[in-house]
Nanobody, 115 residues
Framework: QVQMEESGGGLVQPGGSLRLSCAAF????????MGWYRQAPGNQHELVAA???????DYADSVKGRFTISRDNAKNTVYLQMNSLKPEDTAVYYC?????????WGPGTQVTVSS
């Protein structure tokens, strides 16, 4: 059974930083295209960052230059470094394969950007 366990969220002031982690169980993350998604209240999941099997990355325009996705194959973990956070980044953040598979959504981790 595949499980994604996200962590690292919290409350941060605008301009602050957070590092999210996603531990994958039952799936080898390095053999899959992986993505970080977020969901704000009333919205659908939005892909914000992705990393391919080869290690290439791409980002939503709204986070480009501020967020960095990376992967530690030894730990089967995917990270999202978020800098210069804005109030509009407030959401629950999830990791999943790309494209996302409904059965792989984990509990997510809440990120709140507020002064």
């Amino acid at each position: 059974q595949v499980q994604m366990e996200e962590s690292g969220g919290g409350l941060v002031q605008p301009g602050g930083s957070l590092r999210l982690s996603c531990a994958a169980f039952g799936i080898i993350s390095r053999n899959n295209h992986m993505g970080w998604y977020r969901q704000a209240p009333g919205n659908q999941h939005e892909l914000v960052a992705a990393i391919s099997v080869s290690g290439s990355t791409d980002y939503a325009d709204s986070v480009k230059g501020r967020f960095t996705i990376s992967r530690d194959n030894a730990k089967n973990t995917v990270y999202l470094q978020m800098n210069s956070l804005k109030p509009e980044d407030t959401a629950v953040y999830y990791c999943n394969i790309r494209p996302a598979w409904d059965g792989y959504w984990g509990p997510g981790t809440q990120v709140t950007v507020s002064s």
